[in-house]
């Protein structure tokens, strides 16, 4: 198997050449591939989503474009943040989605800057 390409987020990995990476995200975040609402409750298994982040982005995801007609992975994908990750839904085809998820940490900010006395 050949595939990695040049391109940051896939850099030097093997991954089958045929299949449709996204352009920001590697692929060993991706969560899911198929169909939306399975996505969606493979997601709330997991832990990265609720319920209210599905109602606020369901529109948005599904208007996104299918990369098989826009050919442009940009206007194919739609990132959020939710709690504890950033989530892509990229659209490959119109019926299939490929979603990912970063975990991320919020570093709390210091109450105070200097030492007690």
Not at 92 to 113: D, G, H, Q, V
């Amino acid at each position: 198997m050949k595939g990695g390409g040049k391109i940051y987020p896939n850099e030097k990995v093997k991954i089958d050449p045929r299949t449709i990476t996204s352009s920001k995200m590697p692929e060993s975040i991706n969560v899911y591939c198929g169909y939306l609402k399975r996505g969606y409750i493979c997601l709330m298994g997991k832990g990265i989503i609720t319920k209210p982040y599905i109602e606020r982005e369901d529109q948005k995801i599904d208007a996104l474009l299918p990369f098989s007609q826009t050919m442009d992975k940009l206007k194919s994908s739609h990132w959020f943040y939710t709690d504890t990750h950033l989530v892509e839904f990229f659209r490959t085809s119109p019926y299939n989605f490929k979603i990912y998820a970063l975990r991320i940490f919020f570093i709390e900010e210091s109450r105070t800057l200097s030492r007690p006395n």
